[in-house]
Every structure is written in C-alpha cells, then in structure tokens.
C-alpha cells in the first residue's frame, strides 16, 4: 500500500530528556512515507505549532518551490528562490526507534512552546504537532481539534492519577 497522508489526531506525553513519543498512527505513516524511521520536523509559518512529515516530501517540496516560482513570473512578482527554499527545506530530520522514541531539538520545543506533551493532528499531507495550551488559543476553525486534544489529555491525567495509586 502506498502513502495516503496523514490523518487522525493523538496525545503523547514528555518524556525524560527531551524525549516523545510518535503515536503509532503517525508512526506507520512516517515509516511509509520515509522507507523508514525518520520524521522530518519544521515551525509551522503562520500558527505556534511545528509540522511533520516524512522523506517523500522533499519532491513535493521541489515541485512547490518551482510552482511558487512560475505563479511571481506570472504575476509579475519579484521572488527570492534561496530565501524560498531555505523556509521550505530548514526542517530537522531526526530518527526514531521501533516504539516511536524520538528526541526533539531545543530550539524546536522554543520554537513552538512545547513542554508537557504534544497534541498530533493529522493534515494530509503533513501533521501539526502542538503544545495544547497553543492549540487552546486558535480559533473556531479548530474546534474539532481542541475537543480532542481536550479529551486525551483528561484521559492521560486519568491514567496518571491511577499509577500513582
């Protein structure tokens, strides 16, 4: 079966040292759209979150840059091919483990305010990885989105409550 894109949402934890843990879900769709373990992370360009994605997105990153460049021609619009493939291409490749273990890079957790945890929401042909106090500030548009991160962390608060019994 062939890549299909990134879709559903998950919670996952901080971990020690940095580290956090890709979701299965998200798991097997890096791993398809990587030929292997290593998720590719970058800040989002308008909203406080980072994106992810695997390998394969490079040609389409090529193939954007190119069409970015043919749409300023067109309309007669200066463009800045380096300044433009240096925003596309300056995301952070990083391996991950079998259980989905990854470290994240400090000035990525600076970037996008991630502490506590990572809220995944699926994006076709990318995800968004969140500090769930950022997602609590986006607007009605991403209801559905704050509603989920809202019941894995109670979830994951209930879990915690019930190790320390």
């Given at each position: 079966m062939s890549f299909g894109g990134y879709s559903g949402q998950a919670y996952s934890p901080a971990g020690d040292k940095g580290r956090f843990v890709l979701p299965p879900l998200f798991r097997k769709a890096v791993k398809?759209?990587?030929?292997?373990?290593?998720?590719?992370?970058?800040?989002?360009?308008?909203?406080?979150c980072l994106v992810g994605f695997g390998l394969s997105r490079?040609?389409?990153?090529?193939?954007?840059?190119?069409?970015?460049?043919e749409?300023?021609?067109?309309?007669?619009?200066e463009f800045d091919r380096?300044?433009?493939?240096?925003?596309?291409?300056?995301?952070?490749?990083?391996?991950?483990?079998?259980?989905g273990r990854f470290v994240m890079p400090d000035h990525l957790r600076t970037l996008a305010?991630?502490?506590?945890?990572?809220?995944?929401?699926?994006?076709?042909?990318?995800?968004?990885?969140?500090?769930?106090?950022?997602?609590?500030?986006?607007?009605?548009?991403?209801?559905?989105?704050k509603a989920a991160c809202e019941s894995f962390l109670a979830e994951a608060k209930g879990k915690s409550k019930g190790a320390g019994k």
């Open positions: 398809d759209s990587s030929d292997g373990r290593v998720l590719c992370l970058m800040k989002h360009p308008k909203w406080n490079k040609q389409e990153l090529d193939a954007q840059l190119d069409r970015e460049e749409l300023a021609a067109r309309l007669g619009n380096d300044t433009r493939a240096m925003q596309l291409f300056g995301f952070q490749e990083m391996p991950f483990d079998d259980s305010n991630i502490d506590e945890g990572l809220y995944f929401q699926g994006g076709g042909r990318f995800f968004t990885l969140w500090n769930p106090e950022e997602l609590a500030k986006m607007g009605d548009d991403w209801a559905g989105a």
